[in-house]
């Protein structure tokens, strides 16, 4: 038993031991397990930890901060904590369920469902986004301690200050500068020295002359001054005479005009006031502001006060003199917006903060600025400003605007809406340049103050923003690209101490235009050539650095006052009404002065790149269509202005007319178009054309039906002094610029009549022409609707005393017909109406059928009324056409 009970206590032993190596097994088994769950949860928080850093840190920072950050939490959310997203909710769900996505808020209103919130609000992220926001929740969102989004968040917020355009005007180093060399000159040097480039050579005297011209007033040089700076250049005092021209051409009246026309596309003028419903849609005063421009500028009247005024002329001393309220159009002249005050006030406000601090302020509207420092509450900062003022329609001038007795205290629009007001703000400048706790206005409305605000030299943006639009008119580019946004996403300016000494200058010497114009124009940069630089392109394509002059296109304005300068026939009158040049092919005024319809802006307009008036254009845009071939083709104002000039050389003087020849009339049209004699190739091509023309055209008449006036010799039966009808008015011809003319009287033709003449020396003729022997008949009705007066009287003439038909015709309508006639190659039919017994209700109807037959085949049918044309002239002669031809030029058309 003792035996026995030896063994007994080895199988408790035994026991034991299996127990112990079983537990240890489990244990084992267990470690072993932790060990892989525990690296496998490593390399998970590792890899959430790498998707943190890489996708969702970014996308919460540059898609989610902005309006759920440091400075503000829409709908009480925030993400730039860890704490605020993990215990967060929107409503009553939690912002993160760590591994379900599904019931994360924040993955939810990614979707963009249609019955739920869609965040971003500017839309719906892309797939590879929202799945990188799917795995990081999936993976627990794993959130990195060292993780700063709202340190790194307030950082962005802040960068702005560094941003250069809200810096202080540098003075840049030019201790190396010679005193000899301009401060332009020597700046733009030192780019083109740093990437082993040079100017190029000074452009020719002729070339300098024609593009100062046109730089300062908007026209052509006068011949003279051409000669006379050649002849400068030769005599070795080019220096003296062009240091001369520039100051000559800056004094000239037509500089405000140039110059005051860049002015207006800023300020969105027109003359109407767009879709208004039933009220008045002209603004009867706007002239008036183009005037007060037009004068400013050629007053040279600091551009600190011409600001002022334009903001707050009421206030200022003279606030009763209709002169100088007049600048105010610069405010009220804008779309009234079915006569919203909320969208007027919002043009009002993009109109003062990108024309004159290149910020786009009006984003903040609903929301602060996307990117640059300006909070909603600057917007309605400064529509207090806006709404505090009303626009009198009472004396002494329709264009002010007054303070209203009580201003208006304004509360920020959540989303923009008025009916969802917010927390009140005060009115004031713009927090980003005059701080957050800048004094409110407090003088009335506060526009006086914030004139006073914008023009601070202080302020940074003012001067560079009008400084780059001069160099920009100047050159064809700015300094800085976008002429109207110096936000923070601008990119710098090729030449920031270029462009910073400019505004410092400026300043300084009274913030005066034409001294800032002068000494760009008298830089050796602006006077280089333009041709083509192949060594400095592979470097500076698009010549950002100014190794050569850019050549530049005229404008519209430019084009078509040249071709009135060209053809002797410029109005030069400065100031006064608009007038409707794209209805009148023969308006004489600059084209500054045309009516700016706003609603129905002209196709002619449009096709040559004027800017919309609709709201502030700060550059012309330039492009290259059809139509503006087609314009130069066929319009009656271009192909008058060719038989203008054509007509215009009769010799050296009228006694000496016999030493007109073609060679010399030929040099004459290029002096007048081209501003220069034609080369030896060019004069034998214009020969040529000319002769072959001349050849082609015969009589100069067309086949078919040409306009005029002329005598009818009733004696001989015979039109004497046939005169074409050149103007054009209203769907009529008629021969000059006035109706009644001096000594014609009524004379016209339109498309369903005309009127008679004072006489039968003045007799209104439709003349037929056929260029081939023919056969016609002739059928036709004539009309005249007054009781009063005696009627008139019509009569088909063919050469050689043939009257064919006589009807005449009071108060009624008569038909008339002619039988066949034979008519030989260059013959003619003359339908003359004339007064009959006296001149006066004279107006008549008329409509003409010639049915032309020509052997074989079926007549060509000719009708009067459809076949009208309001051309001055059916087919220009051979020197018109040449005259014509040299219009269309790239040299006319291109400054050099």
Same mark, same amino acid.
């Given at each position: 038993?003792?035996?026995?009970?030896?063994?007994?206590?080895? !199988?408790?032993?035994?026991?034991?031991?299996? %127990?112990?190596? $079983?537990? @240890?097994?489990?244990? &084992?088994?267990?470690? /072993?397990? =932790?060990?892989?769950?525990?690296?496998?949860?490593?390399?998970?928080?590792?890899?959430?930890?790498?998707?943190?850093?890489?996708?969702?840190?970014?996308?919460?920072?540059?898609?989610?901060?902005?309006?759920?950050?440091?400075?503000?939490?829409?709908?009480?959310?925030?993400?730039?904590?860890?704490?605020?997203?993990?215990?967060?909710?929107?409503?009553?769900?939690?912002?993160?369920?760590?591994?379900?996505?599904?019931?994360?808020?924040?993955?939810?209103?990614?979707?963009?469902?249609?019955?739920?919130?869609?965040?971003?609000?500017?839309?719906?992220?892309?797939?590879?986004?929202?799945?990188?926001?799917?795995?990081?929740?999936?993976?627990?969102?794993?959130?990195?301690?060292?993780? !700063?989004?709202?340190?790194?968040?307030?950082? %962005?917020?802040? $960068?702005? @200050?560094?941003?250069? &355009?809200?810096?202080? /005007?540098? =003075?840049?180093?030019?201790?190396?500068?010679?005193?000899?060399?301009?401060?332009?000159?020597?700046?733009?040097?030192?780019?083109?020295?740093?990437?082993?480039?040079?100017?190029?050579?000074?452009?020719?005297?002729?070339?300098?002359?024609?593009?100062?011209?046109?730089?300062?007033?908007?026209?052509?040089?006068?011949?003279?001054?051409?000669?006379?700076?050649?002849?400068?250049?030769?005599?070795?005092?080019?220096?003296?005479?062009?240091?001369?021209?520039?100051?000559?051409?800056?004094?000239?009246?037509?500089?405000?005009?140039?110059?005051?026309?860049?002015?207006?596309?800023?300020?969105?003028?027109?003359?109407?006031?767009?879709?208004?419903?039933?009220?008045?849609?002209?603004?009867? !005063?706007?002239?008036?502001?183009?005037?007060?421009?037009?004068?400013?500028?050629?007053?040279?009247?600091?551009?600190?006060?011409?600001?002022?005024?334009?903001?707050?002329?009421?206030?200022?001393?003279?606030?009763?003199?209709?002169?100088?309220?007049?600048?105010?159009?610069?405010?009220?002249?804008?779309?009234?917006?079915?006569?919203?005050?909320?969208?007027?006030?919002?043009?009002?406000?993009?109109?003062?903060?990108?024309?004159?601090?290149?910020?786009?302020?009006?984003?903040?509207?609903?929301?602060?600025?996307?990117?640059?420092?300006?909070?909603?509450?600057?917007?309605?900062?400064?529509?207090?400003?806006?709404?505090?003022?009303?626009?009198?329609?009472?004396?002494?001038?329709?264009?002010?605007?007054?303070?209203?007795?009580?201003?208006?205290?304004?509360?920020?629009?959540?989303?923009?809406?008025?009916?969802?007001?917010?927390?009140?703000?005060?009115?004031?400048?713009?927090?980003?340049?005059?701080?957050?706790?800048?004094?409110?206005?407090?003088?009335?409305?506060?526009?006086?103050?914030?004139?006073?605000?914008?023009?601070?030299?202080?302020?940074?943006?003012?001067?560079?923003?009008?400084?780059?639009?001069?160099?920009?008119?100047?050159?064809?580019?700015?300094?800085?690209?976008?002429?109207?946004?110096?936000?923070?996403?601008?990119?710098?300016?090729?030449?920031?101490?270029?462009?910073?000494?400019?505004?410092?200058?400026?300043?300084?010497?009274?913030?005066?235009?034409?001294?800032?114009?002068?000494?760009?124009?008298?830089?050796?940069?602006?006077?280089?050539?333009?041709?083509?630089?192949?060594?400095?392109?592979?470097?500076?394509?698009?010549?950002?650095?100014?190794?050569?002059?850019?050549?530049?296109?005229?404008?519209?304005?430019?084009?078509?006052?040249?071709?009135?300068?060209?053809?002797?026939?410029?109005?030069?009158?400065?100031?006064?009404?608009?007038?409707?040049?794209?209805?009148?092919?023969?308006?004489?005024?600059?084209?500054?002065?045309?009516?700016?319809?706003?609603?129905?802006?002209?196709?002619?307009?449009?096709?040559?790149?004027?800017?919309?008036?609709?709201?502030?254009?700060?550059?012309?845009?330039?492009?290259?269509?059809?139509?503006?071939?087609?314009?130069?083709?066929?319009?009656?104002?271009?192909?008058?202005?060719?038989?203008?000039?054509?007509?215009?050389?009769?010799?050296?003087?009228?006694?000496?007319?016999?030493?007109?020849?073609?060679?010399?009339?030929?040099?004459?049209?290029?002096?007048?178009?081209?501003?220069?004699?034609?080369?030896?190739?060019?004069?034998?091509?214009?020969?040529?054309?000319?002769?072959?023309?001349?050849?082609?055209?015969?009589?100069?008449?067309?086949?078919?039906?040409?306009?005029?006036?002329?005598?009818?010799?009733?004696?001989?039966?015979?039109?004497?002094?046939?005169?074409?009808?050149?103007?054009?008015?209203?769907?009529?011809?008629?021969?000059?610029?006035?109706?009644?003319?001096?000594?014609?009287?009524?004379?016209?033709?339109?498309?369903?009549?005309?009127?008679?003449?004072?006489?039968?020396?003045?007799?209104?003729?439709?003349?037929?022409?056929?260029?081939?022997?023919?056969?016609?008949?002739?059928?036709?009705?004539?009309?005249?609707?007054?009781?009063?007066?005696?009627?008139?009287?019509?009569?088909?003439?063919?050469?050689?005393?043939?009257?064919?038909?006589?009807?005449?015709?009071?108060?009624?309508?008569?038909?008339?017909?002619?039988?066949?006639?034979?008519?030989?190659?260059?013959?003619?039919?003359?339908?003359?109406?004339?007064?009959?017994?006296?001149?006066?209700?004279?107006?008549?109807?008329?409509?003409?059928?010639?049915?032309?037959?020509?052997?074989?085949?079926?007549?060509?049918?000719?009708?009067?009324?459809?076949?009208?044309?309001?051309?001055?002239?059916?087919?220009?002669?051979?020197?018109?056409?040449?005259?014509?031809?040299?219009?269309?030029?790239?040299?006319?058309?291109?400054?050099?």
């Amino acid at each position: 038993m003792r035996c026995l009970n030896s063994y007994l206590p080895f !199988d408790s032993f035994r026991l034991r031991v299996g %127990r112990f190596f $079983r537990d @240890r097994l489990v244990v &084992a088994v267990w470690l /072993l397990v =932790e060990v892989v769950v525990s690296s496998a949860a490593g390399f998970a928080r590792a890899d959430g930890e790498e998707a943190f850093e890489k996708a969702i840190r970014p996308l919460l920072l540059e898609r989610c901060i902005e309006c759920h950050g440091p400075t503000k939490q829409e709908h009480g959310v925030r993400l730039d904590r860890r704490r605020d997203v993990f215990e967060g909710k929107a409503g009553d769900q939690p912002l993160i369920v760590p591994g379900d996505p599904v019931r994360s808020r924040i993955f939810q209103v990614l979707q963009h469902a249609e019955d739920d919130i869609a965040m971003p609000p500017s839309g719906r992220l892309p797939e590879e986004q929202r799945q990188a926001v799917h795995d990081w929740i999936q993976a627990g969102a794993p959130w990195p301690d060292t993780a !700063d989004l709202e340190g790194e968040a307030k950082r %962005r917020l802040e $960068r702005w @200050r560094q941003h250069w &355009a809200f810096q202080p /005007l540098a =003075e840049p180093d030019l201790s190396a500068h010679d005193p000899a060399t301009s401060v332009v000159d020597f700046l733009i040097d030192q780019k083109l020295r740093a990437e082993g480039l040079q100017r190029s050579p000074e452009a020719s005297p002729q070339v300098l002359v024609r593009r100062l011209a046109i730089a300062v007033t908007g026209l052509p040089p006068e011949r003279e001054d051409v000669q006379q700076g050649e002849a400068a250049a030769a005599a070795g005092s080019w220096e003296a005479w062009y240091a001369a021209y520039v100051d000559r051409l800056l004094s000239s009246p037509h500089y405000g005009e140039r110059w005051g026309r860049y002015w207006l596309d800023l300020a969105r003028y027109a003359d109407t006031r767009g879709y208004v419903f039933m009220e008045d849609r002209d603004y009867k !005063d706007a002239w008036r502001y183009r005037e007060w421009v037009i004068r400013s500028l050629n007053s040279d009247m600091g551009w600190d006060e011409f600001v002022r005024r334009q903001l707050a002329a009421d206030r200022l001393p003279g606030a009763e003199n209709p002169e100088q309220l007049a600048a105010m159009g610069f405010l009220t002249l804008g779309r009234r917006f079915l006569n919203n005050p909320h969208d007027i006030i919002d043009d009002r406000i993009d109109l003062v903060t990108r024309g004159l601090l290149g910020l786009t302020v009006a984003c903040a509207r609903c929301h602060d600025h996307k990117y640059d420092p300006i909070p909603a509450a600057d917007y309605y900062s400064l529509y207090g400003v806006f709404a505090s003022s009303d626009e009198p329609k009472n004396e002494p001038s329709t264009l002010r605007l007054v303070d209203r007795p009580q201003p208006v205290e304004p509360v920020i629009f959540v989303r923009g809406n008025p009916a969802n007001r917010g927390a009140a703000v005060p009115r004031r400048f713009l927090s980003a340049l005059a701080g957050d706790n800048a004094a409110a206005f407090r003088d009335g409305s506060g526009r006086l103050e914030l004139a006073a605000a914008i023009t601070d030299p202080r302020n940074p943006l003012t001067a560079r923003v009008a400084v780059n639009r001069i160099w920009m008119q100047l050159w064809g580019r700015g300094l800085v690209e976008t002429p109207s946004d110096f936000g923070v996403r601008t990119e710098p300016p090729t030449h920031p101490e270029l462009l910073d000494w400019l505004a410092r200058d400026w300043i300084e010497h009274g913030w005066s235009q034409k001294r800032l114009i002068r000494s760009i124009v008298l830089s050796q940069s602006w006077r280089q050539r333009s041709d083509r630089r192949p060594d400095a392109e592979v470097k500076d394509p698009e010549n950002r650095l100014y190794a050569r002059m850019n050549r530049l296109r005229l404008d519209f304005e430019s084009q078509r006052d040249a071709a009135l300068c060209a053809a002797g026939r410029l109005d030069r009158t400065i100031g006064g009404p608009s007038a409707d040049l794209a209805a009148d092919p023969n308006v004489l005024r600059r084209a500054i002065y045309a009516k700016i319809d706003r609603q129905n802006l002209p196709g002619l307009f449009r096709t040559f790149d004027f800017a919309s008036p609709d709201t502030h254009a700060p550059r012309r845009y330039q492009t290259t269509v059809p139509q503006q071939g087609l314009y130069y083709l066929n319009n009656a104002f271009v192909m008058n202005r060719a038989g203008e000039i054509a007509a215009a050389y009769a010799g050296p003087a009228p006694e000496n007319a016999a030493k007109v020849t073609p060679e010399s009339r030929i040099e004459r049209l290029f002096q007048l178009v081209l501003l220069r004699r034609p080369t030896a190739d060019e004069q034998a091509a214009a020969l040529i054309l000319v002769n072959q023309l001349q050849q082609l055209q015969g009589s100069g008449e067309a086949e078919g039906w040409n306009y005029g006036f002329g005598e009818l010799v009733e004696s001989e039966s015979v039109v004497r002094n046939f005169q074409p009808l050149r103007t054009v008015r209203e769907g009529r011809l008629q021969y000059g610029e006035q109706l009644p003319d001096p000594q014609l009287g009524y004379v016209f033709l339109n498309k369903t009549g005309g009127h008679t003449g004072r006489s039968l020396e003045h007799c209104a003729i439709r003349r037929w022409r056929t260029e081939r022997t023919c056969r016609v008949l002739v059928h036709g009705v004539i009309s005249h609707a007054n009781e009063q007066g005696d009627g008139i009287r019509m009569r088909v003439v063919a050469p050689g005393g043939r009257v064919l038909a006589d009807v005449s015709v009071h108060n009624g309508t008569q038909p008339l017909a002619v039988p066949a006639i034979e008519l030989q190659a260059g013959d003619w039919l003359d339908f003359v109406a004339d007064c009959a017994g006296g001149p006066s209700h004279d107006t008549f109807g008329s409509r003409f059928v010639v049915s032309q037959s020509m052997g074989t085949g079926a007549p060509r049918v000719w009708k009067s009324d459809e076949d009208f044309r309001e051309v001055a002239a059916p087919r220009q002669d051979a020197w018109a056409q040449l005259a014509h031809t040299l219009l269309m030029t790239n040299e006319f058309s291109f400054v050099d």
